[in-house]
């Protein structure tokens, strides 16, 4: 399921209701950005593979192990093919981190991202090589795909300097980059988008800076990310003895990745994330993965002195330590996006509320269902293994409430009723239920949940058991005849909290 605002606003922005693609749409911003290229991809996913998230994971999976292709292919053919063994190894645990779980888990963030991200180091490569014009069109790809991308041009023509090119190829590239900030400028439209500030504040904008360059050292802890993010600075800076052809691309690399890192500053500071700081947000440690790959691939080749053993040492020991932080980002992401999934019940019995509660845009249902997009096609399930939407069910034995003794007890929240999320909790011999069923006053199921949450979603008065939680939603208008929780073919009524 795609639980994301984004994907959903999209695709109701560039689709009618029988989920005919709106070229115009396509071309309009989205986030006061350009998003040409993952709105194509959006309808893509939604017209021919069913609107399956597991789609776009798969394809911002490989646009990342792209990046990590067009960083190898920068090395140096003087390194030996062991040391490029490394530095690759490096290079793919550090784009691969946990930290980056929020692009794997929901690809409509991956998509959002990556893309633009791709084509500029690819961009980046090709100009290394001396491939302007090859350069020259990634850059075009990645202005079309997000605003991530628009300092791409005048990276390239640093790599043109750097490669001692002609005039003529230093000068295009930062017109054209000029040019394309201007009119973005000009064009974007007024206002204040999500998570942005108009506030001054050169503390808390270089806090995020720094913190974008280190988040791989840090989950939640603010300081160390900032720290980090000035060592890695230095380090860079020290590292970069000589600018010479050479080392063109690494340096554009790193560059690239501050003047991103600068971007999240300017554009979406604000303390209302975990650790009070937006530099740590997960699809943010792509800056921070290619500023340290940078200084990976800059040690490797500036310090050909170095025992292949340190360097591996080295790679090992800072690939480990980042992923075995990002460990806890990676849980705090599945914790909060596991009960955005209820939107897929929502949106197929249609409860507009708890549709506004999750931030899902139910304008996008006409056109989803016409495309026959997830959850509007075979493969939605309430996930029983039995009672689906419209089943008549027998009648359910009466559920003991949490006071009760025994370990087969539960409870609800409040009074069940249509178009509200529903909580509460239920063990059934120790054991979450399989799934959780709402049925009208025929026992036929009208609606259903999520099991297996956070004990903080059922909003009981007895605190429920961690992972035994539940949430659940009807139609809007429905008559509720009870909830049910189903557990190996058996029934329980739940009953309301006293």
Known sequence: MHVLLDYWHVLAK????????????????????????????????????????????????????????????????????????????GFSWLLFSSHATELWLQGTNGISWTPAVFFCVLAISCAHRGMSWAAGIAATLGCLSFGAALPIWFVLALVAWL??????????????GILVVVAWFLTKPSGQHSLATSAFDPDGRLSVFAAAL??????????????????????????????????????????????????????????????????????YVLIGALATSALLALIAINRPQWPLRRLIVATVTVAL????????????????????????????????????????QRAAAPAARSLGAYPFNGTFTLGCGGPELGSRLPAAAPLPLATEAGDTHGELG????????????????GTRADCVLVVDQN???????????????????????????FQAVAPAGATIGGVIAFKTGALYRLQPQK
């Not at 230095?234 to 691309?249: Q, Y």
């Not at 599945?334 to 509320?353: C, E, F, S």
């Not at 409040?414 to 011999?429: H, N, Q, R």
């Open 414 to 429: 409040t009074s069940p009723t249509g178009d509200t999320v529903l909580g509460g909790w239920a063990t059934i011999g």
């Open 321 to 360: 330590l980042t992923h075995a932080i990002g460990g806890a980002k990676a849980d705090r992401v599945r914790h909060d996006y596991g009960p955005l999934n209820l939107a897929a019940i929502a949106l197929r019995v249609d409860a507009p509320a708890v549709l506004e509660t999750l931030h899902i």
């Open 214 to 283: 280190g988040g791989l050292w840090s989950a939640d802890v603010a300081v160390v990310a900032v720290i980090a993010g000035g060592i890695t600075t230095a380090a860079l800076v020290h590292v970069v003895r000589e600018a010479n052809p050479r080392l063109s691309g690494w340096i554009a690399t790193a560059t690239y990745a501050v003047l991103l890192a600068g971007m999240v500053a300017m554009g979406r500071t604000t303390d209302q994330v975990p650790g009070g700081n937006i530099g740590l947000i997960s699809r």
């Open 163 to 176: 490669r001692k090119d002609s005039r003529l190829r230093i000068l295009i590239p930062g017109a054209i």
């Open 14 to 89: 560039i689709t009618d209701d029988n989920g005919d693609l709106l070229l115009g749409q396509v071309f309009t911003y989205h986030l006061d950005q350009p998003f040409v290229l993952p709105s194509l991809v959006f309808w893509a996913d939604a017209a021919w593979f069913g609107g399956d998230n597991r789609v776009l994971t798969v394809l911002s999976v490989l646009l990342v192990a792209g990046i990590a292709a067009c960083l190898y292919s920068m090395l140096p053919a003087s390194l030996s093919p062991t040391t490029k063994s490394v530095v690759l190894t």
């Open 443 to 469: 026992n036929t199921v009208i609606g259903g949940g999520l099991v297996g949450l956070p004990g903080s979603v059922a909003k009981t008065k007895t605190p429920a058991p961690e992972g035994m939680a």
